[in-house]
């Protein structure tokens, strides 16, 4: 049975998550998760390499001996940290006698992404709309004719210096970035019902530092932000209030916090907290917790509301609301994002089992969205699947697209951080004999290393936590979207 194996992380600015999955028959099974304390990155900027990579290799190191095999390749999400989403369109003729295979397609991406975009940016993915075969809306192009194959997709682009730096911090760990996917905006594809992609909805995640916003219309990519609010906001304000640590004012947090339906109730005077070592005796009761809790928190959706008012112009009325993240899962967090915005709001975790917390659905969804456009381009990206043949050679491949992976890939000599605007990236090693496809996977997966001689049957023993996979390009490329919006 082929099989395709996803490895998938989320550094944050508050823990490192990691997502080994398998999707067999439109079905996805959760090998392992593991999140860790993160250390040495705050709102999506490295600030201490060395410590950064060491927690990346302790959660590598904690995935492997779950596995009981080693982990190289993987999928890296990225916030949406000064994205640029440009809508773009490429067309490519057809010979009318021959079917539109995944050969046309990947011919059809390469000519979207070679486009020229900002020299600062760096071209990460690709999102497309819809297909179009002589002008006729196509859900799915392979295995039709015509005279012409057209695309309309959103181009996604960020700082090279952001990225560099991210994939130098994660190689340096041990592993190798096969794809860098956006995961906010995979994650929003993803939660949103198919009428809703045609709709107007705005996703909100909210994380530990960063808040991200991504808009979306008629199937299109409006937005994609971050603000720099998010639970820590929360943390510090309990800290400073009862003057305690923020570790112990996140413990608090997460273990007895709550959002006030009614923030004129008393509150309950349960004592949670009381520290008498000092001359002021500190005692903390949920009530006075909640209070603190239920505040700041309506003071965040306030500030994301009046980004989306004043900053991205949009007519929050208009618009429906789907909530995740980390903060997502406090008890009632609905009620303060419903008191901002008197619109429908409704929360979005996974289905999957081993992977309910909303935390995780964002490397869930990325790896559906890798998956789903491998089925597309026919490309294998599994690292112990059957050696798939290779359809496209580096020779045939145009320079432009030769340099977008070796840019990400680059690495100094010295672990140093990357100041400033790049001006030059070193390339990949010309010795190296692995094939880059237009969306930054290996058209030939490496070959299974001796460490991975083990047999699959441990692996089948893990299947045991399934859940259904949902259609992704069912909604992006849906022919009666308009139909099923009125319905």
């Keep these: ?23 067999r028959e439109e079905r996805l099974f959760v090998l392992t998760q593991k999140s860790i304390k993160s250390m040495g990155i705050e709102c999506g900027q490295i600030t201490n390499f060395d410590k950064l990579v060491n927690q990346i290799k302790k959660i590598k190191e904690l995935a492997e001996l779950d596995l009981k095999q080693p982990l190289e390749n993987l999928i890296l999400t990225v916030s949406p940290i000064s994205v640029l989403v440009e809508s773009i369109t490429g067309k490519i003729n057809l010979d009318v006698n021959q079917p539109v295979n995944s050969g046309d397609i990947r011919q059809l991406f390469r000519q979207v992404m070679t486009q ?3 020299e600062t940016h760096l071209l990460v993915g690709l999102v497309p709309r819809l297909f179009k075969i002589d002008e006729n809306h196509i859900q799915n192009p ?3 004719s015509g005279m012409n194959l057209e ?8 700082p090279t210096t952001t990225v560099s730096n991210l994939v130098h911090v994660v190689e340096s760990s041990g592993f190798k970035v096969d794809e860098i996917i ?24 909210v994380g ?7 808009v979306i219309h008629d199937g299109k990519i409006l937005h994609a932000r971050s603000l720099p609010v998010g639970g820590r906001d929360i943390t510090c304000a309990i800290a400073e209030k009862f003057n305690i640590s923020e570790a112990r004012a996140n413990e608090l947090k997460v273990s007895y916090g709550k959002v006030l339906i009614d923030t004129t109730e008393k509150g309950d005077h349960q004592v949670i907290y009381f520290d008498d070592s000092q001359e002021d005796v500190v005692f903390i009761t949920r009530g006075m917790l909640n209070k603190v809790v239920t505040e700041w928190t309506f003071k965040l959706f306030e500030t994301v509301t009046d980004h989306i008012v004043e900053d991205l112009r949009l007519r929050e009325k208009d618009y429906h609301y789907r909530l995740t993240g980390g903060m997502a899962e406090l008890p009632h967090i609905l009620h303060a994002l419903q008191h901002q915005l008197p619109v429908p709001v409704s929360l979005y975790r996974p289905s999957m089992l081993g992977v309910r917390d909303t935390k995780f659905s964002s490397l869930v969804c990325v790896a559906i969205f890798a998956h789903e456009l491998n089925l597309l381009l026919d490309a294998s990206s599994a690292a112990d699947v059957e050696q798939a043949a ?8 145009t320079p432009q697209i030769e340099h977008i992976l070796p840019m990400v890939h680059a690495k100094s000599n010295a672990p140093q951080l990357i100041k400033g605007e790049m001006t030059e990236i ?3 090693s010309e010795d190296t004999d692995k094939t880059v496809s237009v969306l930054g996977k290996f058209d030939e997966p490496p070959l299974r290393d001796e460490r991975t001689s083990i047999t699959d049957d441990y692996m089948d023993q893990k299947l045991g936590n399934s859940g259904v996979l949902v259609k992704f390009l069912d909604k992006i490329f849906n022919e009666n979207e308009e139909e099923t919006f009125n319905n």
């Design 208 to 214: 530990h530092s960063l808040t991200t916003l991504t």
């Design 426 to 428: 070193t390339p990949l």
């Design 182 to 205: 956006v995961g906010s905006i995979s994650e929003a594809l993803l939660a949103l019902e198919t009428p809703e992609m045609y709709a107007r909805t705005c996703h909100i995640n």
């Design 390 to 397: 290779v359809v496209e050679t580096k020779k045939e491949m």
């Design 116 to 118: 020229p975009h900002s």
């Design 1 to 23: 049975m082929k099989s395709n194996r996803y490895t998938c992380i989320d550094i944050g600015s508050y823990e490192i998550k990691l997502l080994v999955c398998i999707l």
């Design 151 to 158: 695309v309309e997709a959103g181009r996604i682009l960020m």
């Design 142 to 144: 392979c295995g039709l």
